[in-house]
């Protein structure tokens, strides 16, 4: 048996080469989407090597001495109203924003895609109920919706995760309904059912594989939001405590330094648009290279 | 202390207990930094006119005097309700209502004589059916303000150009507890079954109360004021929050004159020939507070380890800018009642013996409890966290709303905080509901047997240097066990634009645009 299938399956792999090495491959071509993933990738060493790069007490003590020294070659940022230095701080930043940002997504992409499913697969009732769930959530502004949550829940960085999180969940329920609801009519599917396959084996199996794409390109560009939901929470002191770095909470302590310290507000600002702009057009050419479509239409032009 | 103000934990209640010296007691007061043509000879022509635009940084939350204790509401009453006597720039008492006093042998009598042909802006007069009225609605429905009148046993009329107080027991404080601001204004006579009071103002002031609105509120120049008409047509205040912004304002000359100038623009305003800027010492005072009905908080030898591991001078400075004063006590260092008395340097290693020998693991969990509302406590929170750090004390700083920050200082769900004082003139609004055993101020459970005994003994003694005595070495046992880690006084700082004249800036902060000329 294992003889029969071996000679059966090579050529089937061999012709089409991995499809997540051809979007890869896809994608490389891209040059907004390389310089994208390098700047991401920078931040992410940022943000794991943060307080082996700069010393601790760059980050956190206060040197009233040293307080708003302009950019030099000691303090490549300058120095913020506690003294403490600029460059150390928006790199710290980095990981509180991309923690933030991860598990505020994390939260949401699982809650989204479990509701998604569920709601598109067994459609009716569940669907019914869930979605209409999921409208309530989606009909507040997102923000406002984050700081009833922050209300609620108590400021504090983990909690903006959570009220982060939540907010963006229906939004990933509803890409992972709509997609479930044209693949749960495909054959395979069928076949699968008719096959004798469970229920939780069909959604797992052949549906979710099935539903990724658009939920890869929907995580990359709530990355986005995500980090600036955290930033917009900070600023209004909802989000990250002091004195933990945080950008949204530098730029709105630089707010009030802008004519003597142009620096405290330039540097962290900078940071945040960077970053999401980075995960916006990773979102953009995600999108390009795992939309079937456009797909076609690059390949062609690529061979 | 039997009557007490049942309003606790009303918004900014810790941000005015407005009490002033009796009379003649304050002979300090640094001189009044106003630059140009100082003083207040009002104008008399009321030629000029023109509306004076003023910002302030909050909205009052209400406009009844006796009911609010916001600094807010206050800026605006002071311009439209009278008290009996009032404060001069140097803290001393003059006539206001009250033309002259006497006093009885004993001290527990006290008759005050009206001023004639004074009127409210109803246009009813003013006579001592009047003053007795206001003082009865504070007393009788335990308003803010009736531990003011704790001592006093009566208020009687004999006549409608008299009245009399009596009291239990004496009161050197009387005449700052009955005008030390605008807390104790007199309204008309069933004022508060006839008006709205929360929402409209019907005093005996320069100004009348015209319109409040969400963006601000009106006055307009009385012209039947008992003394001189202002000259300004009125006063529109408006509600700037954010500082920067109130500066801009100025700048472009959309207002004429704020109070709420950021402390980091202080040094570069003073050669900006844009602003002109006012500036001296203020009597509130800035503080931590231990929460000393939990351990290790309860220890005296933990919180003297913790007034050891606070470098002060760079709170205050990463907290104002240099526009402070450090001080290890409450009363400021222009003040008759100030005590030379520190008894803490920053000493991290003796801080560290205190620390450890009170018994509790280290590094000990300390949450420090701060409000946005005061961007100052923020700052200077980092600076402790810092401080302590060193000494084996984690601090977690914990950013409140002001509301949510007043509740949980007043159910004692909390380990630190930190917070000040304002507009204090005599030591007894210094020190007192703060720091006795039973005070309706006191959030932080200190209790010392000693203190009370000494602070009540102060509070009746009329000599004034054996009272100074008193309260001199009360105020040293409160620092010595760090009941309040007192931290610094600020500096008043205001803003208005050039050619703006006969405006004062005050060390109890009160705000009087009765003789104000605007610009041409």
Redesign the interface.
């Known amino acids: 048996m294992s003889i029969e299938e071996s000679a059966e399956t090579p050529p089937v792999t061999r012709q089409h080469r991995p499809r997540w090495l051809e979007t890869l491959t896809l994608l490389a071509r891209n040059p907004l989407a390389i310089a994208a993933v390098v700047v991401l990738a920078g931040l992410v060493f940022a943000a794991l090597l943060a307080e082996s790069i700069v010393p601790r007490d760059d980050i956190f003590t206060p040197d009233i001495a040293n307080r708003l020294q302009a950019p030099s070659g000691e303090h490549w940022f300058g120095t913020d109203e506690l003294g403490r230095d600029v460059f150390a701080r928006v790199l710290a930043g980095a990981e509180v924003s991309l923690r933030v940002g991860a598990v505020a997504v994390g939260i949401s992409l699982t809650a989204g895609v479990v509701v998604g499913l569920l709601a598109g697969y067994f459609g009716r009732w569940v669907d019914d109920t869930l979605m209409r769930v999921m409208d309530v959530l989606f009909a507040f502004p997102a923000l406002l919706m984050a700081i009833a949550v922050l209300a609620i829940l108590g400021a504090g960085s983990t909690n903006a995760m959570i009220a982060i999180g939540i907010v963006y969940t229906p939004i990933f329920a509803r890409i992972t309904r709509a997609s479930v609801l044209s693949v749960r009519e495909e054959v395979y599917v069928r076949a699968a059912r008719s096959a004798g396959a469970g229920n939780v084996r069909i959604i797992v199996r052949h549906v979710l594989p099935n539903v990724t794409a658009p939920i890869i390109v929907q995580t990359s560009i709530s990355l986005a939001f995500a980090i600036l939901s955290e930033a917009a929470l900070s600023f209004v002191g909802l989000g990250t405590q002091p004195p933990d770095p945080s950008w949204g909470r530098m730029l709105s302590e630089g707010r009030g330094f802008i004519e003597q310290a142009w620096w405290m507000a330039v540097f962290p600002g900078a940071a945040i648009f960077v970053t999401v702009l980075a995960f916006n057009v990773l979102g953009d050419a995600l999108r390009d290279v795992l939309d079937p479509r456009q797909r076609s239409a690059m390949k062609g032009v690529g061979a | 202390m039997a009557r007490t103000g049942r309003q606790r934990g009303g918004r900014g209640l810790a941000a005015v207990l407005a009490v002033a010296v009796l009379a003649g007691a304050c002979s300090g007061g640094e001189d009044v930094d106003v630059d140009g043509e100082g003083g207040g000879d009002g104008g008399e022509g009321g030629s000029a006119g023109g509306t004076l635009i003023a910002a302030i940084s909050a909205e009052p939350d209400q406009f009844d005097p006796h009911k609010t204790q916001a600094y807010a509401s206050f800026q605006v009453l002071e311009n439209v309700y009278d008290t009996l006597v009032v404060p001069d720039a140097e803290g001393e008492f003059q006539p206001s209502l009250a033309t002259e006093w006497t006093t009885s042998d004993d001290g527990l009598t006290w008759t005050f004589t009206l001023r004639e042909g004074v009127t409210f802006h109803d246009g009813s007069e003013f006579d001592s059916a009047d003053v007795v009225y206001s003082y009865n609605r504070i007393i009788d429905e335990q308003l803010a303000n009736a531990f003011r009148f704790a001592s006093v046993a009566d208020v009687q009329a004999p006549d409608p150009q008299t009245v009399v107080i009596t009291l239990s027991e004496p009161t050197p404080a009387l005449l700052s507890n009955i005008g030390g601001f605008k807390g104790m204004s007199i309204i008309p006579e069933g004022a508060a079954d006839e008006y709205d009071l929360a929402t409209e103002a019907v005093g005996t002031g320069p100004f009348t109360f015209e319109s409040s609105a969400a963006g601000g509120v009106t006055l307009a120049a009385y012209d039947d004021y008992w003394g001189d008409a202002p000259s300004i047509d009125g006063v529109e205040f408006q509600y700037i929050s954010e ?2 912004a109130a500066l801009t304002a100025l700048r472009s000359g959309d207002v004429h004159w704020t109070d709420n100038v ?1 402390p ?2 202080v040094e ?1 305003l003073a050669d900006d020939d844009q602003v002109e800027l006012g500036t001296t010492p203020s009597v509130d005072y800035w503080y931590m507070a231990m929460n000393q009905a939990k351990p290790p908080f309860d220890n005296r030898d933990f919180r003297r380890g913790v007034a050891f591991g606070i470098d002060r001078a ?1 709170v205050t ?2 907290a104002k800018f240099g526009a402070a004063t450090v001080n290890q006590t409450a009363i400021p260092e222009q003040s008759f009642w100030y005590h030379e008395y520190a008894p803490f340097e920053h000493d991290p290693a003796q801080a560290t013996d205190l620390i450890e020998s009170a018994g509790a693991a280290t590094p000990v969990q300390m949450g420090l409890m701060v409000t ?1 509302e005061y ?1 100052e406590t ?2 200077a ?3 402790i ?2 401080n302590l750090a060193e000494v084996g004390v984690e601090v977690n ?5 002001f509301g949510t920050w007043l509740d949980r200082q007043s159910q004692g769900d909390y380990d630190a905080f930190m917070l000040g004082w304002l507009g204090n003139l005599d030591p007894f609004g210094f020190y007192h509901a703060q720091h006795v055993c039973e005070g309706t101020s006191n959030f932080h459970s200190y209790c010392n047997p000693e203190v009370d005994d000494l602070l009540g003994q102060a509070a009746t003694e009329t000599d004034r240097d054996a009272r100074k005595a008193l309260y001199d070495q009360a105020a040293e046992l409160i620092a010595d066990d760090v009941s309040y880690l007192y931290l610094y006084n600020p500096d008043v700082v205001q803003a208005w634009a050039p050619g703006l004249e006969g405006y004062e800036v005050r060390a109890d902060k009160a705000i009087n645009f009765e003789s104000v000329r605007l610009p041409e």
């Open positions: 500082p920067t950021p980091q623009d570069s760079a400075e990463a946005d961007p923020i700052q929170a980092q600076v966290q810092a700083i914990e950013q409140e709303d």
